[in-house]
């Protein structure tokens, strides 16, 4: 994957060409939040990523410059992949759509108290998140 057409510059559109999709924020959601970081890991996930979607939505996201990848110095075949500066710039939305989630959805897997530091407090949470992420980078 080369480039992504943009079909407008709207920033709804722009957004969503980008990570609009059913798997681009959960494999964004498995590197902020469960320490994923190979295909292998994500392949994991209980929502059951199909291999080939995955190949398409890593490069798709490594082309927009949301991902970065690296190969792995124990395993030459694999390779590691970490979020970019781009990336964490996408933790306040994060946060928003966790927050709006757990209010429509009773049965959350979202710890509780997470949910009750985002509401109470949400701009530290944010604060946190992006500090912990920029320093892994």
């Not at 964490?88 to 209010?103: G, H, M, Q, R, Y």
């Not at 959350?108 to 604060?127: G, L, M, S």
Request: hydrophobic residues 40%.
């Amino acid at each position: 994957m080369n480039e992504i057409k943009h079909r407008t510059h709207c920033p709804i559109s722009y957004a969503l060409d980008i990570f609009g999709d059913k798997w681009s924020l959960l494999i964004i959601r498995d590197l902020m939040f469960q320490n994923k970081k190979t295909y292998g890991e994500f392949l994991k996930s209980e929502e059951r990523i199909s291999t080939n979607i995955l190949a398409d939505r890593l490069a798709m996201l490594e082309c927009a410059g949301l991902l970065s990848s690296k190969q792995d110095t124990e395993n030459k075949s694999r390779k590691i992949y970490s979020l970019t500066a781009k990336a964490i710039d996408l933790v306040p939305v994060i946060i928003e759509i966790i927050n709006w989630s757990a209010t429509y959805d009773f049965e959350t897997a979202a710890p509780k108290e997470f949910i009750a530091r985002i509401r109470t407090d949400k701009q530290t949470v944010i604060n946190e998140l992006t500090a912990y992420l920029k320093s892994t980078l």
